[in-house]
Structures are given as C-alpha cells and as structure tokens.
C-alpha cells in the first residue's frame, strides 16, 4: 500500500486556505474528493517523484484530479500563502538557521513553450525556464524564483 500521510497539524495550518467543501449534487454524479485526499496525494507525489498517472486508487483520489487542484491553488496563489504560514511557524520552533543560505538554479527545457519561457543559455537558445531555489542550513526553502530562460 502506499504511504501517504496529511499531518493533523500541518491540515490545520492550511485548511483555512482552502474554498470550502462542495456537497454532491441533488443529481447525484460522481462525489467530490476531498481536499485532505488530494493533499495527501500532491504530497506523495512530490515525495515519491511518481508520476501522476501512477498513482494509486487505494489513496481515495486521482493523480489527474490532484492535478487539477494543485494548479487551481496555484493560479489562486494559494501555496504562497501556505508557504508563508509555515515559515512564520518554523522560526519560533527553532527550524530556521538563516546564518549561512545556499543559492542554486537550474534551467530547465520547455518543449511546450508559454508565457515564462525565454532562450535557454544552454540549450541553443530554445525555449526554456530558469529555477533558482535558496535555502537555508537545514534545508528549508526561503525563497522559490522561476523566470523565463536568461531573464534575470
């Protein structure tokens, strides 16, 4: 069986963040998912590095609808705001160590093109992404960045 786990702790720091639960139909059709099952398998796929559709029935929600609700939170800018609760949480616990932070970027192919793509510097000036990543001494990410190919 798959392991994938929502702590209580970290449902409830985000919980308010999200819209709230639909209720099925009078029609009936298929039943909403919850937010905490397509929580739970964001996070096993970001963990397992699976694909999304590999994953399992047996965790109650599809990788594609999953999908689907990591986008819309995205489009919503809703991780930003989950990401800064759980920083703001992190510094009293003692989980950040700000004295020494490390920087590093990659560029990444874009074969579908869009909006924050640019010429790559090394992929012959195809179209690609830049994504520089800076974290902290435990490992914690401070600061996520993505722009378009060689723009600052």
């Known amino acids: ?3 994938a786990r929502v702590p209580d702790e970290f449902y409830a720091v ?3 963040h999200l819209p709230p639960e639909r209720p ?23 963990a397992s590095g699976v694909r999304w559709a590999d994953v399992p029935a047996e965790l109650g929600c599809s990788g594609r609808t ?32 700000t004295d020494r932070v490390v920087i590093d970027r990659v560029y990444v192919r874009a074969f579908g093109g869009g909006e924050a ?4 510097p090394v992929g012959r000036g195809k179209p690609g992404t830049k994504h520089t990543l800076m974290v902290d001494r435990s490992g914690v990410p401070l600061s996520i960045r993505t722009a378009g190919g060689e723009r600052e």
Request: no cysteine.
């Open 1 to 3: 069986m798959a392991d």
């Open 14 to 16: 985000v919980a308010h």
């Open 24 to 46: 099925n139909g009078p029609r009936g059709g298929r039943p909403w998912v919850g937010h905490r099952a397509a929580l739970r398998v964001i996070g096993y796929v970001l």
């Open 66 to 97: 999953a999908h689907r609700r990591l986008r819309a939170r995205e489009e919503a800018g809703i991780w930003d705001q989950w990401y800064a609760d759980l920083l703001r949480l992190l510094r009293p616990a003692g989980k950040r160590d």
């Open 117 to 120: 793509t640019g010429p790559s």
